[in-house]
Every structure is written in structure tokens, then in C-alpha cells.
């Protein structure tokens, strides 16, 4: 099972949507590509996807020179695209333009203990990274509940993230949990849910019963698993019987907002021109647009084990960055022929760089056709994005007509 599998069974399918949001603050590069875009075009293949451009999380940092943002915001596209992110399998939007994201992050505020909020790691973590900003605001310290609204206006259920966004992923299930456990309650509720199950016929409320039986007294996960199908399938009950049953079965009140789970980026360590993880603050980075002179410029001048001062001084490659190129990018071959050349002083540094220019030039190559075609034809990226909002906007309505159902907000309509 790999990591993906794994997270999924945590999951009812009804909620195996994927969600994931960048922050428009510039160019993507290969780091992009090999942390976040290579997965999220395999994932597309496998769940309904939704990707989107933060920019409202942009402005919690960027507040003070939002200038950046419109332009960073078509690139951003741009990028997507040229990488394979491809419009037909997922939902690319852009946040600002679905304004229910602020609605229900105003309504998640009104749960959310402020202790919540400043416990998460990045609050401080970022506050002292940024020092030049003032990051003391109101929008900055409740951007992680944000975030929480922008994964479950779509009921997400899988979140692919790195490492330094579990803790918000976290805290949107502690949330998840407050919401569910404050509006989910019905005086009630058990009678509802044993009505709600009948209406999915005799024969399903008796399977039910017995996998919720299962479930509850003896922790069996595959009639938990079986039940969630079971629901799945049914097309004949309302929303709000779904919940409950959901609700039910897993000895809750209603599950208005499920909980998500992080979706961890298998750990691809993309190096930087200097060694360090490829980032835009190290300045260390290779455009997903550069062209194949920009590549063989910026690799020629990489630096290489110090040990090689002259060509034949022999060297050591776990002291180079340019093997942590090859390590992503060589197969064994050519891994082989690096560490033997190297150390024996064999090959040059300039022989050794070639290969992984060629694979770089070579992976870059179709990403900055698509990069062309697309800049060269605006209307098509906006329809694709326009679209997408559209699509994005159906989901969040439905998911916001339940929210303020349950909160008391629909007295007239
Ligand atoms: N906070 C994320 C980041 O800085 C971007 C983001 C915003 C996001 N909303 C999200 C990621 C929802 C996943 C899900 O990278
Ligand atoms: Fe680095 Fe290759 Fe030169 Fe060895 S030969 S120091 S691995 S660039």
C-alpha cells in the first residue's frame, strides 16, 4: 500500500475529494515541480481534484505590496498547465473569486478558541522568519482557519501538503470536530437516524445496523469500511440524512464537515544549485520556463565538491550538489560512472554536469511549449479559469446552504 492507498481508507469515499492551494508570490520552479505538481497530475487521474490559487493567503503576507499578485496569479496558471495539470480532470480556480471561501471562514471564527489559532507552529515560526513584516494582524493569525474553510467548503477529504502544513490540516480536523459536535446535535438525533435508515429499505437498514453493531462494538474496519459504501450507493436519501447516518455509525451527532487527512507528499528532495532545497529564498532555484541555455548557464557554474581544485585532483560526490542531481535524475549507469569518475578523478566536472543538463532541458522541454501556447493565448486561460470558478462555486453553494442551515441563518429565503 503506498501512502496514498493508505490515507484513503481513512476516508469515506464520498469525501475522497483532493483540495490543495498555492500562494501566488511568484514563478513556480523545478522545486514546485518535483514537491507538489508531479503529484497533483497523478492525482488528478485518481480523485475529483480541486486546485486553487490562494490569494487571499498571498495578502496575509503580502498585504503591504500586493502588486506581486495578479501577475504571480497568471503564471501561477501558466505553470499548472505547462506541468500537466490538465483543466479537463481537475477544478482549477482562483480563491478570491469564490467568495464562500470568507463566508465560511467568518463562520468557522465564530468556533474557533483564539489558543487554536496561536498554538499553530507557523503563526510564531513565521512572525520571527519575517521579521521585517508586521505580521501581528488579525488576517494573519487566523490564515490557518482559513485554510481550514478553503478544504471543507469542499468536504475534502485528502489534502496534499508538505510537512510544514499538517499542523493546519490538524487543526482544520479539530475544528471539524468542534462544528460537527456544536450544529450535528439533534434532540433527537438517534430516532432521525434510525428513520433515515429505513428509507434506504428494509434489506439496507438491516445491513446497516448489523455493520454499525460491528463497527462500534468490536472496532471491525471493514464494516466500517462496508457501511460508508453502503451510504455511498444510496441515491434515494437527502443530504441531511446522509450526514446523520454518517453521524451515526460513527457514534457522533450529524457529519456536516468531514475530516480531512493529509495527503503527504512522497518526500521528493528536489536540490537547489547549491545543495540546499531547491527554494526561492535560497536563490538557488531553475525556472520551469528557463530554456536550455539558462539551464546549461546555471549548472555550469554550480559548484562542485571543493576537494577538485584541479582536474585531476580526485573528488568525492557526497560532497557535490550535482550528485544529488543525478541521484534524481541518472539511472544507475550513469550513477556508476559518476562515483567511480569521480573519485578516481577519471571524468571532469564539466563532463559529469552533462548528463543532468540533458535530463533537465530535456524534462523542461514539452512544460515550456505548453508555457508558449498558453501565453500566447490568454483567452483560453481565462475561460479555463472562469470555468473552473464556475464549477467550484456549484460545490461551495450546496456545502454553504447546509452550513447555514445548521447554524440558524436561513429564516427567510
Ligand atoms: N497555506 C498553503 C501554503 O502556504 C496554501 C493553501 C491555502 C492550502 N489553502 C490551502 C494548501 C488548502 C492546502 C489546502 O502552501
Ligand atoms: Fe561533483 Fe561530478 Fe565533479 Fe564529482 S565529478 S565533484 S560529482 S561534479
Known amino acids: 500500500m503506498d501512502s496514498n492507498e493508505l490515507s484513503l481508507s481513512k476516508v469515506a469515499n464520498q469525501h475522497a475529494r483532493v483540495l490543495s492551494g498555492m500562494r501566488p508570490t511568484g514563478r513556480l520552479h523545478l522545486g514546485h515541480y518535483h514537491g507538489v505538481l508531479k503529484n497533483w497530475v497523478e492525482l488528478q487521474h485518481e480523485y475529483p481534484c480541486?486546485?486553487?490559487?490562494?490569494?487571499?493567503?498571498?495578502?496575509?503576507?503580502?498585504?503591504?505590496?500586493?502588486?506581486?499578485?495578479?501577475?504571480?496569479?497568471?503564471?501561477?496558471?501558466?505553470?499548472?498547465?505547462?506541468?500537466?495539470v490538465n483543466p479537463n480532470e481537475a477544478t482549477l480556480f482562483v480563491q478570491s473569486r469564490v467568495p464562500e471561501h470568507a463566508e465560511l471562514h467568518l463562520l468557522l471564527s465564530m468556533i474557533t478558541p483564539l489558543g487554536w489559532l496561536e498554538r499553530v507552529p507557523s503563526y510564531k515560526d513565521q512572525q520571527e522568519k519575517l521579521k521585517e513584516k508586521d505580521l501581528a494582524t488579525y488576517g494573519f493569525l487566523g490564515y490557518p482557519l482559513l485554510q481550514s474553510a478553503d478544504i471543507m467548503l469542499y468536504k475534502a477529504g485528502l489534502v496534499p501538503v508538505g510537512e510544514d502544513q499538517v499542523a493546519h490540516v490538524e487543526l482544520t480536523r479539530e475544528v471539524a470536530r468542534r462544528f460537527n459536535h456544536i450544529y450535528g446535535k439533534e434532540a433527537d438525533f438517534g430516532d432521525k437516524a434510525e428513520t433515515a435508515a429505513k428509507k434506504m429499505g428494509k434489506k439496507n437498514a438491516r445491513l446497516y445496523a448489523r455493520y454499525r453493531k460491528e463497527w462500534q462494538e468490536r472496532g471491525d474496519e471493514e464494516a466500517l469500511a462496508a457501511a460508508r459504501a453502503l451510504l455511498e450507493g444510496q441515491q434515494n436519501i437527502t443530504v441531511s440524512d446522509r450526514d446523520r447516518l454518517f453521524g451515526y455509525l460513527e457514534g457522533s451527532g450529524k457529519v456536516i464537515l468531514p475530516e480531512p487527512q493529509p495527503l503527504l507528499t512522497r518526500a521528493s528532495k528536489m536540490p537547489g544549485l547549491d545543495g540546499q532545497k531547491m527554494s526561492k529564498s535560497y536563490g538557488n532555484t531553475i525556472s520551469l520556463r528557463a530554456d536550455p541555455d539558462e539551464v546549461s548557464q546555471q549548472m555550469r557554474t554550480m559548484p562542485t565538491d571543493p576537494a577538485r581544485v584541479r582536474r585531476n585532483d580526485p573528488g568525492d560526490p557526497s560532497k557535490c550538489p550535482v550528485w544529488q542531481f543525478h541521484e534524481v535524475y541518472s539511472d544507475k549507469q550513469v550513477c556508476d560512472w559518476v562515483q567511480e569518475g569521480c573519485r578516481s578523478a577519471s571524468i571532469g566536472c564539466v563532463d559529469c554536469k552533462q548528463p543532468v543538463i540533458d535530463a533537465v532541458v530535456n524534462e523542461l522541454q514539452p512544460m515550456r511549449e505548453r508555457a508558449a501556447e498558453f501565453e500566447s493565448d490568454p483567452d483560453v486561460v481565462r475561460t479555463?479559469?472562469?470555468?473552473?470558478?464556475?464549477?467550484?462555486?456549484?460545490?461551495?453553494?450546496?456545502?454553504?446552504?447546509?452550513?447555514?442551515?445548521?447554524?440558524?441563518l436561513e429564516a427567510i429565503r
Open 50 to 84: 480541486f486546485f486553487f490559487i490562494a490569494d487571499w493567503h498571498a495578502l496575509t503576507t503580502h498585504y503591504d505590496d500586493p502588486s506581486i499578485i495578479p501577475g504571480s496569479v497568471w503564471d501561477m496558471v501558466i505553470d499548472w498547465l505547462a506541468a500537466g
Open 384 to 408: 479555463i479559469i472562469n470555468e473552473g470558478c464556475e464549477a467550484a462555486r456549484e460545490v461551495a453553494y450546496d456545502t454553504m446552504t447546509e452550513v447555514r442551515e445548521v447554524m440558524s
